[in-house]
């Protein structure tokens, strides 16, 4: 049975419609995963004669345990955002026989096998045997590896029952911030001293071996629920349930403000704020704002001035990168209906290139606060918005028209992969280097003042050219308009 | 109304349509009808220049699709559900399209009241979004959406399929009344020779991409359609 599931996989990939695509990332996915081992090897070999330089007094592997409380929060949020549950399309199998059963076990089993839980063998192996090197008992060594192995695994059937249950909420990272965020404070503010009994339990499992059974429970307490879980969603009317809510439709009567673009004024609004990929991309407003915090207060960067722009187009473009770069893929469920009715391109392509234009505006209002980190944040952030407008919204409309991957809109969102192209890997470096290498030349060889000036005619020449600019990026549209349909058309 | 001309479709070496001539006159209510694969729904995208012609072209009105666009303003279409935006309203979706088609909300509201029983009150008023409507009534709203807007064009693709019966003879009285008018011109496709003599003038029959033939509605059309297909 398993056989056959694999080579229902095997075909799933290498038939898919964007396969070439899907191929690109997977190369740039496999690059990172060989950096985290690399990294991960390199802690793992040298953790020993680190901590032993550092404490020459303390045992190591006591110290390593005190701090596995940190790893296994870490690994939780982590594995929140950036590991799925595999996917796999069990509608046709549920009425041919096949146990459920097996369905279910096949996927828990495949998760098993993601690259999460092979990563921190890079780092446990090389350190459990340089403690053999260091005469530690063989048998005790070996239970405390297999009880890290155990705890890798229980995070990541807890990781799947967690997001079980957030996945259908909006702001669905609420839950795992909470939980990590409140059992960090918890033991941060010594309430409870949670690294401690962890280091303890370690401790223990590792001077008691039979004391594994502790962890093995757990295991298979969690893997038993996530087992009872699947195989309640795996009737189609639970999938099919989503609740349907009422809908409340406003009008949006203010965009008649905009003229001939308020029809798809609407349309987008009600586009970002009635899907859940899309409604993300606003709670990512926040992120951006809040962005600057991280560095500002840190006297470090006070005196890099060219970072601030870095900062700048990020905070005030945030929306922008991330509306901008689906555009026009997030309407590619009826793009059919849009090239067959009556519509003007370039008033569709006017909406978008409003709604980022007005959102750069808001952000700068919104972070004007950061002058109190000092005036010369303020100007470069209005040299960067200036930037945005003039020139990253004309440049991120062209990226569109290569894009050729359709978005569907009912996805869970968050480092959803889905509608990445190639194109959008590339489409970060103009937007993001371009404007802070320019900024850096003029700062190093003239002036910060003068270097915000050189950003903000940029800027500017961008705005005064708007029409002529648009023209060019409606006539890019129109010739690469079959292609699209054609892509958007299929389904991967 | 639509003059077809040395029109053909290849994929990849593969031809999949090819019309050497055809034409409908304006008014004329035009079934067209063929197995699986015949290049029917093909046929229907080059009209809406949603895919470009290998050779030939299409007139719509005499204007040649993929050259200019003035075909749009009276021309509309209901293809598949790829024509419905999931995350509207059936009643906003009207409102869109209406405003794309230079209607105002009085205008659509009062062409959308003539369809209430079509809808059988499942559409309007619902408070749901087009995604969590089912197949049926999502092409109901597909179906009223490609008649906003006095268009002298409808292209139809299947509207009978994935109907109950009862909206399946109700739709036919609207496509009756519709071809009553002298000066619309509907477009539709069917797998249901019944239905599809029933309100059509003229039925073609496309076999592999090629009109096989070409029937004036008489009497004898539904049992000479029925033996072609039977062999």
Request: hydrophobic share 50%; net charge positive.
């Amino acid at each position: 049975m398993i056989k056959r599931f694999l080579s229902l996989e095997w075909k799933a990939f290498f038939r898919s419609a964007s396969f070439g695509k899907s191929l690109g990332i997977k190369i740039f996915m496999g690059f990172l995963s060989l950096y985290f081992i690399a990294m991960f090897l390199g802690m793992g070999l040298l953790l020993f004669p680190g901590l032993k330089k550092v404490y020459p007094d303390q045992d190591p592997l006591l110290i390593v345990n005190s701090f596995l409380f940190y790893w296994i929060l870490a690994d939780l949020a982590l594995r929140f955002f950036f590991q799925k549950l595999p996917v796999m399309s069990v509608k046709p199998l549920l009425t041919l026989p096949v146990k459920r059963g097996h369905v279910v076990n096949y996927v828990l089993g495949k998760s098993v096998l993601s690259f999460f839980n092979f990563l921190p063998l890079f780092a446990i192996i090389p350190f459990g045997i340089t403690l053999l090197f260091k005469n530690y008992p063989l048998a005790n060594v070996l239970v405390w590896m297999l009880a890290l192995v155990l705890v890798a695994l229980i995070i990541n059937f807890f990781n799947f029952i967690i997001e079980s249950f957030s996945a259908e909420k909006e702001l669905s990272f609420l839950p795992v911030i909470l939980i990590v965020g409140g059992l960090y404070a918890l033991n941060h503010f010594n309430i409870i001293a949670f690294n401690e009994i962890m280091g303890g339990g370690f401790n223990a499992i590792y001077n008691y071996p039979i004391l594994i059974i502790v962890p093995l429970g757990l295991l298979v307490l969690c893997y038993v629920f996530n087992f009872k879980l699947l195989k309640q969603k795996l009737f189609l009317d639970s999938g099919l349930k989503a609740k349907i809510k009422e809908v409340n439709a406003s009008n949006l009567e203010w965009t008649k403000n905009f003229g001939d673009i308020a029809p798809f004024m609407q349309l987008d609004l009600k586009l970002i704020w009635r899907n859940k990929r899309t409604k993300s991309s606003v709670w990512m407003l926040a992120i951006g704002l809040l962005y600057g915090l991280f560095f500002y207060p840190q006297p470090t960067y006070q005196n890099m001035p060219w970072f601030f722009v870095f900062i700048g187009v990020f905070s005030t473009g945030i929306f922008l990168i991330n509306f901008g770069q689906f555009i026009p893929a997030w309407d590619s469920g009826y793009y059919k209906l849009l090239m067959s009715q009556n519509i003007k391109y370039e008033q569709y392509l006017k909406s978008k290139f409003t709604l980022m234009a007005v959102s750069v505006l808001i952000l700068f209002v919104l972070g004007i606060p950061y002058v109190f980190f000092g005036w010369k944040i303020l100007l470069a952030h209005f040299a960067a918005a200036i930037y945005n407008i003039g020139v990253n919204t004309h440049v991120i409309l062209l990226g569109g028209s290569f894009n050729r991957k359709k978005i569907d809109l009912s996805q869970k969102a968050a480092f959803n992969y889905q509608g990445t192209g190639a194109v959008q890997w590339l489409i970060g470096i103009p937007l993001l280097l371009l404007p802070m290498g320019l900024f850096a030349a003029f700062y190093f060889l003239i002036s910060f003042e003068i270097a915000c000036l050189i950003l903000i005619i940029f800027g500017v020449i961008g705005i005064v050219f708007h029409q002529k600019l648009m023209k060019i990026i409606t006539q890019k549209y129109l010739e690469s308009k079959y292609k699209m349909i054609d892509a958007f058309d299929q389904n991967n | 109304m639509i003059t077809t001309s040395n029109l053909s479709k290849k994929y990849s070496g593969n031809l999949v349509l090819d019309i050497e001539s055809l034409e409908i006159p304006k008014g004329q209510s035009f079934g067209l009808v063929g197995n699986n694969g015949a290049g029917k729904t093909t046929y229907f995208s080059l009209l809406l220049d949603l895919i470009q012609p290998t050779t030939g072209y299409i007139k719509n009105n005499d204007v040649q699709v993929n050259k200019s666009e003035d075909w749009k303003p009276f021309t509309s279409a209901f293809i598949d559900e790829s024509f419905l935006i999931g995350y509207l309203t059936p009643e906003e979706y009207f409102y869109f399209i209406g405003e794309l088609r230079g209607q105002n909300k009085a205008d659509v509201d009062a062409l959308v009241s003539q369809f209430e029983d079509f809808f059988h009150g499942e559409i309007i008023g619902q408070k749901k979004y087009l995604r969590d409507l089912s197949k049926g009534n999502q092409k109901k709203a597909g179906i009223v959406a490609a008649l906003i807007g006095n268009p002298e064009v409808i292209v139809l693709d299947e509207p009978f399929a994935n109907l109950d019966p009862t909206t399946q003879i109700r739709l036919k009285n609207i496509i009756k009344e519709l071809s009553e008018k002298q000066d619309v011109t509907v477009l539709i496709s069917s797998h249901d020779l019944m239905h599809v003599t029933d309100v059509c003038e003229r039925i073609v029959v496309l076999e592999k991409g090629e009109v096989v033939k070409d029937l004036a509605k008489s009497a004898a059309t539904l049992q000479e359609l029925e033996e072609h297909f039977a062999n």
